[in-house]
């Protein structure tokens, strides 16, 4: 089993292994086949994130309310940056500069998950508990969009319910999305 902070970890390694490529990347099947790997690895991982994660910290952080408000609120901005990303043609000129505009706030919003909320719910949890977070974390993320959708809620809480309603036209639209052969993404390094 795997606690809750490695699998976070264990995706923003990911994620950053996926946008790498992607920067050192001349080939356009390989730009958009790691463009869908990297959108569908994000939102998944975002919307499992507040399905699980931040129903956990909000209850053990004295300011978990307000803390998970504005944690939701950079969610829901990252996935209005990742909206605009997943449509775009490799060879569009605003194709690198928005994934790395993307990539600078999702950085800063890990550094801070990692540094702080984690260490706090990982302090706060027995190693079941967050062996069993991890779990799910795990099988949310089967269930959840692979694409980012726009909402314009003006409470971000909603977003996560709108989201569950998506998933399955998200689905039925990966079939013909390109991706990275297999082999690919083993070879990918998680820094």
Known sequence: MVRISEAIKDDHRRLES???IILNSEDKDELT???NQFVWELARHAVAEELV???ALEKVRSDGKEKIDDDRREHSALKEMLYVFQDLNSTDPRFFPTITMLMEGLARHMQ???ANDLVILEETLTSDQSEALGESLS???MFVPSRAHPYNLDNPRFETAADLITAPLDRLQDLFRQWPEEESMLAAPLE
């Open 18 to 20: 996926y946008y790498n």
């Open 33 to 35: 086949q790691f463009q």
């Open 53 to 55: 994660v931040f129903p």
């Open 112 to 114: 801070d998950e990692e």
């Open 139 to 141: 099988r949310t993320k």
